[in-house]
């Protein structure tokens, strides 16, 4: 029996005093639920007033990002133990956004953006080993572009970017590892992926890992979607065997339509 999930990706959003009220908004809605796993992902400047926040809730920290090494000359960078020492347990690696992937692009104009954001499936896997190996459990992400969709790429595109996440991982490490499999074209436009083929597309990626480790690790492993989840949508995708609970961008940003989701997650799990 897989916990569903629901996280919410602030991104470039809220100062401290919006991120309090947000958290504050969240925590007094659904801050209490127990069949659902609720991860707050706020700006790195906020992690603290928002840990303060949660503090008598079940709902865990999440950061946005962060970088393999443990300290040193790096700057704007954080490190695991850094996100740990906020009260984070939770980390989102591989973002699309961080990938330089965004929503509306085609294939041609991903690269500018890459150098500028950085992220490449290889540092993807050194983050997710460096967040293991410090005690923080990653939220990998993976997703096709929308021309990589219309080529009839979704699957290749996302399964190399899942082997490649996991690439010398050990299977009691899976353990510790969410997937979000976030189609890009449907992040932040309001086109959500159809629920069957969000389904689909999460199936394949759970028959990824039992190809790399078993079927056992796959069957136990949590794999959200995420893109333009909403309270008039998550039912369906939340139905569907293969999702396990959501990344959520837009819809986490107010308390109570990111209250309705933790309700769906939860639901979910009966
Ligand atoms: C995200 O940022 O991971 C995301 C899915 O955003 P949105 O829900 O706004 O599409």
């Not at 079940?58 to 950061?63: A, Q, S, Y």
Request: include cysteine; glycine fraction near 12%; charge should be negative.
């Amino acid at each position: 029996m897989r916990k569903p999930v629901m996280a919410g990706n602030w991104k470039m959003n809220c100062d401290n005093d919006e991120a309090k009220a947000l958290a504050d908004g969240v925590t007094a809605r659904g801050g209490q639920v127990e069949d659902a796993l609720v991860i707050l992902c706020p700006p790195a400047t906020a992690l603290t007033s928002v840990f303060s926040s949660i503090a008598n809730s079940n709902v865990k920290l999440g950061g946005q990002n962060m970088y393999w090494e443990e300290d040193g000359a790096f700057t704007g960078e954080l490190s695991a133990m850094m996100l740990l020492s906020c009260g984070c347990e939770h980390v989102i690696v591989g973002h699309s956004e961080r990938r330089g992937r965004f929503g509306t692009m085609d294939e041609a104009d991903a690269d500018d953006l890459a150098a500028v954001f950085g992220d490449t499936d290889a540092t993807v896997n050194r983050k997710a080993k460096a967040a293991l190996a410090a005690g923080l459990k990653p939220i990998i992400c993976c997703g096709e572009l929308l021309g990589e969709r219309k080529g009839g790429k979704t699957d290749e595109v996302v399964a190399s970017q899942v082997r490649a996440a996991l690439a010398g991982i050990s299977a009691d490490e899976t353990a510790n590892i969410i997937v979000a499999y976030e189609p890009v074209w449907a992040i932040g436009t309001g086109e959500v992926c159809d629920a069957d083929e969000a389904d689909r597309v999460c199936g394949m990626v759970r028959a990824t890992v039992a190809e790399v480790y078993s079927q056992d690790v796959a069957d136990a492993m949590r794999i959200l979607y995420g893109g333009s989840m909403k309270p008039d949508n998550v039912e369906g995708l939340m139905a569907k065997p293969n999702i396990d609970g959501g990344l959520v961008g837009g819809a986490a940003l107010k308390a109570d339509s990111f209250g309705a989701l933790i309700d769906a997650a939860a639901a979910s799990a009966g």
